[in-house]
């Protein structure tokens, strides 16, 4: 069973930096693109970043340059490295995986960053 469990969310002041952690479960990251969304309030679930299978990755134009999404094979972790963070980054940040057809959440970890 595929399990997704993302942790390092919290508060902080504009400009400052968060990591975020996504452990995986019964999936392999390193086979699959694992990917960061995030969604606030009642706006679309938006894509962040993602990572694929060899390693590259992508980002929203809004967080490129800020963002760094990088992997732990070993650790089978995925990271969301966010700096100069402002209020519309805030956010439930989510980790998302595709793998054999379906599609796989975690339930989220909140990013809140104060003016």
């Known amino acids: 069973q595929v399990r997704l469990v993302e942790s390092g969310g919290g508060t902080v002041q504009s400009g400052g930096s968060l990591r975020l952690f996504c452990l995986g479960s019964?999936?392999?990251?390193?086979?699959?693109?694992v990917a960061w969304y995030r969604q606030d309030g009642g706006k679309a679930r938006e894509l962040v970043a993602d990572?694929?299978?060899?390693?590259?990755?992508n980002y929203a134009d809004s967080v490129k340059g800020r963002f760094t999404m990088f992997r732990d094979n070993a650790k089978n972790t995925v990271y969301l490295e966010m700096r100069s963070l402002n209020a519309e980054d805030t956010a439930v940040y989510y980790c998302h995986i595709h793998q054999d057809s379906m599609e796989y959440w975690g339930t989220g970890t909140l990013v809140t960053v104060r003016s």
């Open positions: 990572i694929d299978r060899s390693g590259r990755t």
């Open positions: 019964g999936t392999i990251f390193s086979d699959n693109t």
